[in-house]
């Protein structure tokens, strides 16, 4: 039986715009998917740009001008790829448009931007996700589980980092992320997906404690010459969670070998979980007992772990990347259809970058402050 086709245009070619694209054409043959999603047309920043980069991803049409996209009749969800400051437009535009949007985070440069989306798309109706890639790995999905069935008690302490290391030398140029408008900043580019991990495996964050540390106060642009750097390479916040559980949260694109360590450990009353992104398909589960060779298991992910089955029949042998983005197209794609969905609306997105203000807030006014 032939699917209903969901059209979609697709707004950026870089680098995010490109996973989109691939995991729109893998999650349409890995899953039975309500609709079949279809990127039938790209726009980008000019026609020039956008051709070359739809001929080159096999997708039908394009445009230099994402208005276009989002004008033609017959798409039904728009995709948003962009650099931030692009976010909080297209979204809107579309979601007034009747369009459904998946939209990449952070969810846009400012707290009234992010709650301007929001207020879109409930005044619209229309389904919206968020590409908070990290939370749709099986192994999360199972770490969440194992959270809510209280399999190691009741949550004391949540203790998370997302650290990098692609701005950790001092030549490392002046770029879009060091742009205050841009959303820019460690908190800002990285910190999002440990905030938004810290609430899915724990719940709301009522409170918090923060600072902001700028490593290097200049850095030289492509032009050579000394730009101001005026945003942070390193955040470290204390929170508590409305639950009563408390953490730490950090963020820094200058952990010197860290490549992608997003980590976290969850501590409770009858044991602990611990993952880092760097080893993404393994889970550290520790149950408390006697015994002197009680410790941390090491759970593989395997077929038996949620959306790991699609990619793999055998345990051990590893999913990627791009494999999670497949994952998480299929929740939007779901979402699109009306359907139970496991997919971050933008009210979700709003509730991590309300955490990141916070922070914000709690570094220039000093003591605890409220999301």
């Known amino acids: 039986m032939t699917r209903p086709v969901l059209n979609i245009a697709l707004i950026g070619s870089g680098f995010m715009g490109r996973a989109h694209a691939l995991a729109f054409a893998a999650a349409d043959r890995t899953f039975d998917l309500p609709l079949s999603p279809r990127v039938t047309v790209l726009a980008d920043r000019d026609l020039s740009t956008a051709t070359a980069a739809a001929a080159s991803l096999g997708i039908p049409n394009a445009s230099g001008d994402w208005r276009e996209a989002i004008a033609d009749a017959s798409i039904d969800m728009v995709a948003v790829a962009t650099p931030n400051l692009l976010h909080a437009p297209i979204a809107i535009a579309a979601l007034e448009a009747g369009k459904a949007v998946y939209c990449e985070k952070p969810l846009a440069t400012t707290i009234a931007e992010s709650e301007a989306m929001t207020a879109a798309a409930a005044a619209s109706g229309r389904p919206t996700a968020v590409g908070f890639t990290y939370l749709y790995n099986?192994?999360?999905?199972?770490?969440?589980?194992?959270?809510?069935?209280?399999?190691?008690?009741?949550?004391?302490?949540?203790?998370?980092i997302h650290a990098e290391d692609f701005m950790a030398s001092a030549d490392a140029p002046f770029n879009w992320r060091c742009e205050p408008e841009q959303a820019g900043g460690a908190l800002a580019d990285i910190g999002s997906h440990i905030i938004a991990m810290a609430q899915h495996l724990v719940g709301d964050i009522a409170s918090v404690s923060g600072r902001l540390h700028t490593a290097y106060p200049t850095r030289r642009d492509a032009e050579g010459n000394d730009r101001a750097v005026t945003v942070d390479d390193q955040m470290d916040a204390v929170v508590a969670f409305a639950n009563g559980a408390t953490g730490t949260l950090a963020a820094s694109w200058i952990a010197s070998g860290r490549k992608m360590g997003l980590a976290f450990e969850i501590s409770g009353t009858k044991g602990s979980i611990g993952f880092t992104q760097e080893q993404f398909n393994e889970l550290k589960l520790f149950r408390s007992g006697p015994g002197r060779t009680n410790g941390f298991t090491t759970i593989c992910a395997g077929p038996e772990h949620g959306d790991y089955g699609a990619f793999c029949p055998a345990s051990g042998h590893q999913i990627g990347y791009?494999?999670?983005?497949?994952?998480?197209?299929?929740?939007?794609?779901?979402?699109?259809a009306g359907l139970s969905s496991a997919a971050k609306s933008f009210a979700d997105a709003l509730a991590v970058e309300k955490v990141a203000d916070a922070i914000r807030r709690s570094h220039r006014e000093g003591g605890w402050t409220k999301p």
Do not use: H, Q
Request: hydrophobic letters at 55%; proline letters at 3%.
């Open 322 to 336: 791009n494999d999670l983005k497949t994952i998480e197209v299929k929740a939007a794609v779901e979402a699109a």
């Open 138 to 160: 099986p192994m999360i999905a199972l770490a969440r589980e194992l959270v809510a069935d209280g399999e190691i008690g009741e949550v004391t302490a949540f203790r998370g």
